[in-house]
């Protein structure tokens, strides 16, 4: 006999008996519903009070943890602790026809029963008498969060009661939007995936705020069957559920027709997407930093990441076997770290992926270059058009050659920066000295490393001292700033106490570069030629150059972002011919390319910048020589102010003589002050002169004689 037969034949049982004895069956069937309602409360109120399955609170499940951009975009998900993709998302996050096709499919009274949807239950058991098979389950969604978290999911009848205790037991923890944000969250979609987010993200590579009707269609009919059905694995099956959930919807009046016939034409996706992987270096930095958080939110744009990315690995293709790149780009007005790209890939074993070389401890070659003679202008040695000499010398037993071989004789301190002449730069390292540049790398919020023990000596001006692309970034923020620091982070929530992002305070005040300094470096930089075959634009960038060809930098900046660029090995293995111009500066120009808005204007000159040529320049400044006090214990000095004192304003001595008195001692008149590379004024005979400070902070004194000598005073001014 088969199942229709079956069903026949109680059919007329019933049948014959509903006629033979109508009232003795009314009598029956009404006991029957008393003692259901009697047994239905007790069930009701008692039952959910002998199980111990606990309701745990959503907010306890495992989740995938999340490193977000500045917009809350994913940068990267990690797979929770119990090794499933289960990524947070509430009905808010999800496409609204998803969540009609899943209620009209599933539970079309869920905001309406208590857990239990008996006429439901009652349609699917009188389908399953009359056709004598499972037409439909009659579950909730409510009941299958119970089965989801484990409670009472056997398959058995005595599994199904404890399934509906559990259900009853979850409606009164638990509000509506709760269940529905559990299955949401939980919901079985093959393999390791649970949940809808985590299904849109592996099957369509999107968010589910905007799935079509087909995506929406085929992610209400995988939790099903997640196995049986999954797209990646048996697409034929997928297709055939996809479209059963179709029909039912044009059923219920959710879609039309001629959308579902649409639907019904849309490729079913045969295969599983690698989740989002952005900034993979960067997001494991945020995660060591706070392991206690499931979401980190970064600094970072996510759409400026993917699009460096992209950059950064085909530059490094085309680079060859082995060789890496790294680009850091930042706000320099804020600090705020907008791209942070460790290498052209994570898992890119032939170039060492796994490395960060944006953290990397590696020589800057020349990129040092500009705070060194920023150096210069803000103590009044030189001007961007003054002579300086480039020929062979030895500079206090140091021997210094150009990159070339060659010498360029005398020539302005603009080209001996634009050319990145070595011999020029070590003299106005001499002049300013090497430990006042590596204090003033670490008020830029650099860490610069040199072997242990060593004292800073004039190698450091070419290289010889170990620094960070992060570093890089952050000494070129504060020149394009007007020598002012910031702190680059990648945090945005700033959660971070005691890492590497944790704010610290700025030595020295934050003060880098005196404003007018900067601005002659940034004017020396910005004439520089790009390369060839690049998008040219006026951008002040600098290129270095390791020793032995092992590193290749570029770093540039905008009137809004700095931009720094490493390439090379990452086991520090040389490279012939790599050189910073050639290897790394067509990246730059490329990534600037890349921000997705124009460049921003660089600022223009201050009032008091000399644009003079050399013979027009005041007699001190034409011509830049080490001077001679540095060799022979200070032929000039300052007598005051100090080095370190702090000046007050408001004394009367100061009222009296409407700013502060500069005097020196020794020296050949006249004298020249200046205060941060600004002219104070000229002394002919006089050894003071009244400096009247523009404001509080740190400044820089100096003054030069008639023949070359300087001396200079650092002071706080308050």
């Not at 530059?315 to 706000?331: Q, T």
């Not at 590497?500 to 305070?505: D, I, K, N, S, T």
Request: charged fraction near 25%; glycine fraction near 10%; proline fraction near 6%.
């Amino acid at each position: 006999m088969t199942g229709d037969d079956r069903g026949r034949g109680i059919r007329a049982v019933v049948t014959r008996a509903i006629r033979r004895k109508p009232a003795r069956v009314a009598v029956l069937c009404a006991g029957a519903f008393g003692l259901a309602g009697l047994a239905f409360s007790l069930f009701y109120y008692i039952g959910p009070r002998l199980i111990d399955d606990p309701v745990p609170d959503p907010a306890t499940i495992a989740r995938s943890i999340e490193v977000l951009d500045r917009d809350d975009r994913l940068l990267r998900a990690y797979a929770a602790v119990d090794g499933r993709w289960r990524l947070s998302v509430s009905a808010e996050e999800v496409d609204p026809k998803f969540l009609s096709m899943l209620l009209a499919y599933e539970d079309r009274r869920f905001f309406e029963h208590g857990g239990v949807d008996f006429r439901a239950l009652g349609r699917a058991a009188w389908q399953t008498v009359r056709s004598g098979r499972i037409v439909s389950g009659g579950s909730t969604l409510t009941m299958q969060v119970a089965r989801l978290i484990e409670c009472g999911g056997q398959r058995s009848l005595a599994g199904k009661i404890h399934q509906i205790l559990c259900a009853w037991k979850i409606e009164r923890r638990l509000t509506k939007q709760q269940i529905l944000a559990l299955y949401l969250l939980k919901a079985p979609y093959g393999g390791n995936i649970e949940g809808v987010r985590a299904a849109t993200l592996a099957y369509f590579g999107k968010e589910p705020k905007r799935l079509t009707p087909a995506q929406a269609a085929l992610l209400v009919a995988l939790p099903q069957s997640p196995e049986h059905r999954r797209p990646d694995r048996h697409s034929a099956r997928a297709r055939e559920a996809r479209g059963r959930v179709l029909a039912r919807m044009v059923s219920a009046g959710v879609i039309g027709e001629g959308e579902a016939q649409a639907a019904a034409r849309e490729r079913v996706p045969d295969r599983r997407r690698a989740f989002p992987m952005l900034a993979a270096h960067a997001a494991d930095r945020a995660i060591a930093g706070d392991r206690s958080s499931r979401r980190h939110r970064l600094t970072l744009d996510a759409g400026m990441q993917a699009r460096l990315e992209d950059l950064v690995r085909m530059r490094a293709a085309r680079l060859g076997d082995r060789r890496s790149v790294a680009i850091v780009v930042a706000d320099h007005a804020s600090g705020e770290v907008l791209a942070s790209i460790g290498s052209p890939g994570y898992l890119d074993e032939m170039r060492h992926g796994a490395i960060d070389m944006t953290r990397a401890v590696r020589s800057p070659g020349s990129t040092l270059k500009p705070l060194i003679y920023g150096l210069g202008f803000e103590e009044g040695l030189a001007a961007p058009q003054s002579l300086i000499e480039d020929r062979p010398t030895t500079i206090s037993g140091y021997a210094p050659t150009n990159f070339d071989h060659d010498f360029r004789g005398t020539v302005t301190v603009r080209d001996a920066l634009a050319l990145s002449l070595n011999v020029p730069a070590v003299a106005m390292l001499d002049a300013v000295g090497p430990a006042r540049l590596m204090e003033r790398m670490r008020v830029a919020g650099m860490d610069p490393q040199l072997p242990e023990s060593e004292m800073p000596g004039l190698a450091i001006g070419l290289g010889g001292v170990g620094v960070t692309l992060h570093d890089l970034a952050a000494l070129y923020c504060a020149i394009a700033r007007g020598g002012e620091a910031v702190r680059l982070h990648e945090s945005k929530e700033r959660r971070i106490a005691d890492g590497p992002e944790a704010p610290r305070p700025l030595p020295g005040g934050g003060h880098v570069l005196s404003p007018l300094a900067s601005w002659y470096v940034g004017d020396i930089l910005a004439g520089a030629p790009p390369p060839i075959s690049t998008i040219g634009g006026r951008i002040a960038f600098k290129t270095g150059t390791s020793y032995g060809y092992r590193d290749a930098w570029a770093v540039g900046y905008d009137g809004s972002t700095v931009i720094a660029v490493w390439t090379g090995r990452a086991d520090g293995a040389a490279i012939a011919g790599a050189t910073g111009y050639l290897a790394a500066a067509p990246i730059l120009f490329d990534a600037f390319a890349r921000l997705g808005r124009t460049l921003a204007a660089l600022p223009g000159a201050p009032a008091h910048a000399l644009q003079a040529a050399s013979a027009d320049l005041p007699v001190p400044l034409r011509t830049v020589r080490i001077p001679q006090g540095h060799a022979e214990g200070g032929k000039i000095a300052i007598s005051f102010p100090p080095e370190g004192a702090l000046l007050d304003l408001e004394t009367v001595g100061a009222q009296r003589l409407g700013g502060v008195m500069l005097k020196a001692r020794r020296g050949k008149p006249p004298f020249y002050w200046y205060s941060n590379g600004a002219l104070v004024g000229i002394a002919p005979t006089r050894r003071s002169i009244v400096w009247k400070p523009d404001g509080a902070g740190f400044s820089t004194v100096s003054v030069v004689d008639s023949a070359g000598n300087s001396a200079r005073a650092r002071v706080e001014v308050r």
